[in-house]
């Protein structure tokens, strides 16, 4: 008896992997939560690249030896999140524009030998503001940011960079904000209440209004009708302030943009391919995350609880 033919399984692009496969991946700590590998994991699949995304739960105090490893080992590069981004701009031999202006790098660049870094997040906010709100551009008047953490920083150089005329940081604790625009330089201001009327664009690079966190609790009456409400919060994908915003007719920005924007930079490097955000991507991407998150009250004022 003639024994069966054996199963023919065609190879899939990002799991069968050839001994030439291009390794990348996301340092953090922890980093299972990470939506990551799955956007990268399609964006391999959709190009038939013969590689992986992996993610790299790695210790602070062994961050630095583990980017050398993964050099070494001859991985491409890798993504860096939380708590590593300012780590990362120490462990590179080179560091671009985007990344000394946020002072942490969220892509590292393995060539030639070198660990070369830069910072995509303000890149990734701008690319979804152009999706979300194509009528905005940059230069289209004053920018109100709450938060002064990495992110603010990383969006505000980026708006500074693009044209934005003058951004203005508002944050729980003052002398945080007031160190970030002396970092920054330029036209950035501080103010304890969020000065509305007249701004362009409003974005909110706090943990407020996050599942599990209370909602930012701001007035948005003041805001011009052509202004735009931008959230880098992206569980759940419509926030109490995105929520409001649209209430009120005004366009916004949700975080899940910037999240697969800045994205696109590190895996060209990495892979060799222009990748593309599209309705498939955020599908699989975003297509779990809650629309609306459970009522858990609001923060009073506008000040950040955590920036």
């Known amino acids: 008896m003639t024994p069966p033919a054996p199963l023919q399984v065609p190879p899939s692009p990002g799991t069968l992997l050839s001994g030439q496969a291009r390794l990348a991946g996301i340092l953090g700590w922890p980093v299972a939560h990470s939506r990551s590998p799955r956007l990268h994991g399609l964006w391999l699949r959709r190009h038939g690249v013969d590689g992986t995304y992996v993610p790299l739960p790695v210790r602070p105090e062994r961050f630095a030896d583990a980017v050398r490893a993964l050099a ?142 209370p909602a930012l609790e701001i007035d948005l009456a003041p805001l011009p009708a052509g202004a735009v409400v931008a959230d880098i919060v992206y569980v759940p994908r419509e926030t109490p302030l995105l929520a409001a915003a649209r209430a009120r007719g005004l366009a916004t920005v949700e975080g899940l943009g910037m999240l697969l924007h800045q994205a696109r930079p590190g895996f060209e490097a990495w892979f060799g391919v222009t990748p593309q955000v599209d309705d498939e991507l955020r599908a699989v991407v975003g297509g779990d995350i809650p629309l609306h998150a459970p009522d858990r009250g609001a923060a009073p004022g506008m000040a950040p609880r955590r920036a």
């Open 72 to 213: 070494d080992l001859g991985f491409r590069g890798a993504n860096v999140t939380i708590p590593h981004k300012e780590a990362a701009f120490a462990v590179c031999d080179r560091v671009d524009a985007t990344a000394q202006r946020a002072g942490a790098v969220n892509t590292l660049v393995f060539r030639d030998g070198r660990i070369e870094g830069s910072n995509t997040d303000g890149w990734g906010f701008l690319a979804s503001c152009a999706d979300s709100a194509p009528g905005w551009t940059p230069d289209a008047g004053p920018v109100v940011i709450l938060g002064a953490g990495g992110s603010a920083r990383a969006i505000a150089a980026a708006l500074l960079d693009a044209g934005c005329p003058r951004v203005v940081l508002v944050n729980r604790t003052p002398a945080r904000a007031e160190a970030l625009a002396r970092a920054l330089g330029g036209p950035v201001e501080v103010a304890d209440i969020p000065p509305l009327a007249g701004a362009a664009m409003l974005v909110n690079t706090t943990s407020l209004g996050m599942q599990g966190q």
